[in-house]
């Protein structure tokens, strides 16, 4: 009885043990649960507050986070709700700049955001300023490899602080306003970064920032998106056939030329060699093929030219189309001013 009772007990026990444990373990989890729902509540609220005080819209946030959302490339480079609230921000101040001037309004690109994250992160925790990176690379390579296939044009700014920068959305905004209005306070002829914001074939951007300790960075990157681009892959064998298919956006508008740098191989550079560096070249004088208006071939039914690009030499090959919105029919002297800069794709060739 006595071994029986012992073994009862024994049973017991772990029954109450369980039923304590599982208890505990409820309890812990609605505490957590409750925990969360508040952290989602202040968060929500937060939202709301932020969209209040830059005056931003419900139906362009949620339009931005759809896109936001869809994108799927740089995905580790992704912003929040709070940090996109910060690029809307700073999407309708340079809309202020640009309508100041006349220009044309321009949306908000998330890849090319993404790109200018990654930058900026880089910049600011490896303590240089400029348009290259570590690997040498400049925006259009950065957003190429990214997936990007537009023209792009990259401004810069950085702030340096003898004490902590206080990381809060409320004050990257403010530092993002302060680098737009250095941008554009430029006088002639040295005001390069002003004329990019207000380049009227401009219709995108992407906009990054980075606090980290004393450091701040940020870039705009400017788009200029006429074409669909169909590029099977940029990284390729040499003497290999890579079929690049072009088509405007806007049915009105034609190709009008395809031009093909040749550029020097990448390097990577130090800290003190980016910091060295100022504006960067968007081409090189290595043209290694034209296309112009009588040498393109026929559009398809889907309304795409498509021509095949085979490079003999291993280096790296960036690609530039022009779009127009004049008769290129009857086209017998050709040149690229006056025109859009419409492709920013970057062959890497084996």
Not at 21 to 43: A, F, L, P, Q
Not at 311 to 326: A, M, N
């Amino acid at each position: 009885m006595r071994k029986t009772l012992f073994l009862l007990s024994t049973i017991i026990l772990f029954t109450s043990c369980g039923t304590i444990s599982n208890t505990y373990n409820n309890t812990v989890n609605s505490i957590s649960k409750k925990v969360e729902d508040i952290r989602k509540n202040n968060y929500e609220k937060r939202t709301k507050k932020l969209l209040s005080a830059y005056d931003i819209s419900i139906e362009q946030f949620q339009f931005y986070r759809e896109k936001n959302d869809q994108e799927t490339r740089l995905i580790e480079f992704k912003d929040d709700d709070h940090r996109l609230i910060a690029k809307i921000a700073l999407l309708n101040y340079i809309n202020i700049s640009r309508n100041n001037y006349n220009r044309s309004v321009i949306k908000l690109d998330i890849l090319a955001s993404r790109t200018a994250n990654k930058m900026s992160k880089e910049a600011a925790e490896s303590g240089f300023m400029g348009h290259w990176n570590l690997r040498g690379e400049k925006p259009y390579h950065r957003y190429s490899l990214a997936g990007g296939v537009d023209h792009i044009a990259e401004n810069a700014a950085a702030i340096w602080s003898s004490e902590m920068i206080i990381n809060s959305i409320d004050n990257a905004i403010s530092l993002m306003k302060e680098s737009h209005n250095s941008f554009m306070q430029e006088i002639a002829p040295n005001d390069g970064h002003k004329k990019n914001v207000l380049e009227p074939q401009h219709n995108f951007v992407g906009l990054g920032y980075s606090i980290f300790n004393k450091n701040f960075r940020y870039y705009e990157e400017y788009i200029d998106r006429y074409l669909k681009i169909e590029v099977a892959e940029i990284r390729i064998k040499k003497n290999h056939e890579n079929r690049l298919s072009l088509k405007p956006i806007n049915p009105t508008q034609n190709i009008y030329a395809i031009l093909v740098y040749k550029e020097a191989p990448l390097q990577n550079m130090n800290v003190e060699e980016i910091n060295r560096k100022n504006s960067y070249t968007d081409f090189s004088p290595n043209t290694v093929i034209e296309l112009w208006p009588w040498d393109l071939p026929d559009k398809d039914k889907d309304g795409f030219i498509k021509v095949n690009l085979k490079f003999s030499k291993p280096g790296t090959y960036y690609v530039q189309c022009y779009v127009t919105d004049e008769d290129i029919s009857q086209t017998k002297k050709a040149d690229t001013s006056g025109k859009i800069q419409a492709s920013g794709v970057v062959y890497y060739v084996d």
